[in-house]
């Protein structure tokens, strides 16, 4: 089985794929050797890793740049966030994410809002969006490769009628499993899952954290997002932090070794 076969069967389980998501290098590979099967990116990490906001700051180039040397620098399956795709029009998109295909990373998350404005791109654009790279992939040698498609209907007000009829257009696209950032009410989850012929992807949020819940509603992936990558920014302030106000730097050696393993090769 290769990582693009693992990647499609570990959506397939009965218990949610629980995807932790890298910025870097170092994240990716302490995810990979801590044991997690597969690894996302995430962007608003990625973006804060090279000092900018979330939102497609950064260019394309250093995205695929970071999105390569995590796929090279861990053997589990990787999955890209490519927010809106970085481009205007379908056909430019379907470049781009042809670009993270080659890579060796076995899929994306792409999302229907814009970047540039407030607001969401109207269904049949996005919808031609998926399926132009959905054509693309599959002419190009990556019919294999999981286009998560991210609705942020959640972040804009609108919620689950409009939710669905995004969701059930997106499949027919060509999308593989549908991400809904925002959701989190018990019944709304399980209607969307019960519904949408695609597995669904939540992310962790202060009121869903618990995965055995998520498993009796249907939910088949849940990502960590920008969770984990807060966590270790908010702990370099602290300790630097601590570390300038006493003037004493003993707190920084109150922990456990590096258990992580380095490439010793130039």
Do not use: C
């Amino acid at each position: 089985m290769d990582n693009y076969q693992k990647f499609q069967h570990l959506h397939r389980q009965q218990t949610p794929l629980l995807l932790p998501n890298a910025w870097d290098v170092l994240s990716a590979k302490i995810l990979a050797q801590t044991g997690y099967e597969a690894i996302g990116s995430t962007s608003y990490g990625v973006a804060n890793a090279h000092g900018h906001q979330d939102g497609e700051r950064i260019s394309f180039e250093q995205l695929l740049s970071n999105a390569r040397n995590m796929v090279q620098a861990v053997e589990v399956p990787v999955s890209i966030d490519v927010e809106s795709g970085f481009g205007q029009t379908p056909g430019v998109i379907a470049e781009n994410i042809l670009k993270i295909a080659e890579t060796g990373a076995v899929g994306i998350n792409i999302e229907d809002s814009f970047k540039s404005e407030k607001g969401l791109r109207p269904i049949e654009q996005h919808g031609k969006i998926i399926e132009n790279v959905r054509t693309a992939l599959n002419t190009n040698g990556y019919p294999d490769f999981f286009i998560n498609a991210r609705i942020d209907t959640y972040f804009q007000g609108k919620e689950i009628v409009e939710t669905m009829a995004r969701a059930k257009a997106y499949v027919e696209s060509g999308a593989n499993g549908i991400f809904v950032p925002g959701l989190y009410k018990a019944e709304e989850i399980k209607e969307i899952a019960t519904t949408v012929s695609a597995p669904l992807n939540v992310m962790a949020l202060p009121n869903l954290t618990d995965l055995e819940h998520l498993t009796s509603l249907g939910v088949k992936r849940y990502s960590i997002g920008n969770a984990l990558s807060d966590a270790v920014i908010a702990f370099i302030e602290k300790m630097a932090k601590e570390v300038r106000d006493t003037r004493n730097s003993g707190v920084l050696f109150d922990h456990a070794g590096v258990k992580t393993v380095f490439n010793n090769n130039k």
